[in-house]
Nanobody, 122 residues
Framework: QVQLVESGGGLVQAGGSLRLSCTAS????????MGWFRQAPGKAREFLAV????????LYAESVKGRFTISRDGDKNTIYLQMNSLKPEDTAVYYC???????????????WGQGTQVTVSS
């Protein structure tokens, strides 16, 4: 069973940047397609981005396209979410998870991490 640990969250001013990391345990990481999500208080978990197991294909939510970039480093068993031009509405707990499909459907993901808080002040 893979375990995922997110890090890199924090408090940032609007217009600033953060880079989140998600590190996976286990040797099968390079076979996993990995996604980033977020959940704000009182709202449903929202898909943000996914990167295919080989890193060649990515998909983004319209709400973050052009501002967020997902990437992966197989040698470090880690995926990243570079977040630029942050807005107060980006404030949420950010999660990573794995899937066997290149999909935006949250239900197709499993092995969720514990999340990392991102707060964007205005």
């Amino acid at each position: 069973q893979v375990q995922l640990v997110e890090s890199g969250g924090g408090l940032v001013q609007a217009g600033g940047s953060l880079r989140l990391s998600c590190t996976a345990s286990g040797s099968r990481f390079t076979r996993y397609t990995m996604g980033w999500f977020r959940q704000a208080p009182g709202k449903a978990r929202e898909f943000l981005a996914v990167v295919r197991w080989d890193g060649r294909t990515t998909l983004y939510a319209e709400s973050v396209k052009g501002r967020f970039t997902i990437s992966r480093d197989g040698d470090k068993n880690t995926i990243y979410l570079q977040m630029n031009s942050l807005k107060p509405e980006d404030t949420a707990v950010y999660y990573c998870a794995k899937t066997s499909l290149l999909t935006r459907n949250t239900d197709e993901y499993n092995s969720w991490g514990q999340g990392t808080q991102v707060t964007v002040s205005s």
